[in-house]
């Protein structure tokens, strides 16, 4: 299965680390998307090309930063082959798969949005879109659905949207104290 570097480690930057519910401690890469959560944030990137498969894979090491395309070898010895631009192998990585059923990010993106004049966010989970993005910093459009509901980002940048499958980035809101 070859997928996207890019999109591979921006999605590592929201995947769980260590979290009890294992399933969220990887990435997560179905039909034509390419997801990750914590359980506080998430991301979903769409693939230009369909992988058959739907796995939840974690990564042992780093994707190196020069690498632009990924392939999966999930039979045998699992392993992550990384390749430059040139389609020449940059890293051999271990990856591990992890059996369980992946949280349906979809039900947390809402269709429509309503003002909210007050909603509490940790500022952690929005930068996180910077570090996944680094190469540009593009700009997001938030949009708030309601004090309760999750907040998505997505990228006002046509070139992001083209070398990340248009990300959305989900942020679940925090309770506002009154300290």
């Not at 921006?10 to 990750?36: P, S, T, W």
């Not at 796995?55 to 690498?67: L, R």
């Not at 952690?124 to 593009?138: C, D, E, G, H, T």
């Not at 459009?141 to 990340?164: Q, R």
């Amino acid at each position: 299965m070859k997928v996207p570097s890019n999109m591979l480690r921006a999605a590592m930057h929201c995947q769980g680390d260590k979290d009890v519910r294992f399933y969220l401690n990887g990435v997560h890469i179905k039909n034509k998307y390419i997801e990750a959560t914590n359980g506080h944030v998430a991301v979903r990137m769409k693939m230009e090309k369909s992988c058959r498969k739907d796995v939840i894979v974690s990564f042992k090491s780093k994707i190196p930063a020069a690498a632009v395309s990924t392939v999966l070898i999930l039979k045998g010895e699992t392993i992550a082959k990384h390749y430059d631009v040139n389609d020449q192998l940059l890293a051999v990585s271990v990856i591990e798969i992890i059996v369980g059923k992946f949280p349906d990010i979809s039900k947390v993106i809402k269709k429509e949005s309503k003002a909210t004049a007050e909603i509490g966010v940790n500022p952690n989970y929005i930068a996180l879109w910077s570090k996944m993005f680094k190469q540009r910093i593009p700009s997001a459009k938030m949009t708030f659905n309601g004090k309760s509901s999750a907040i998505n980002m997505t990228a006002l940048c046509g070139i992001v949207n083209h070398d990340y499958g248009n990300p959305i980035l989900i942020v679940m809101p925090t309770r506002i104290s009154s300290d």
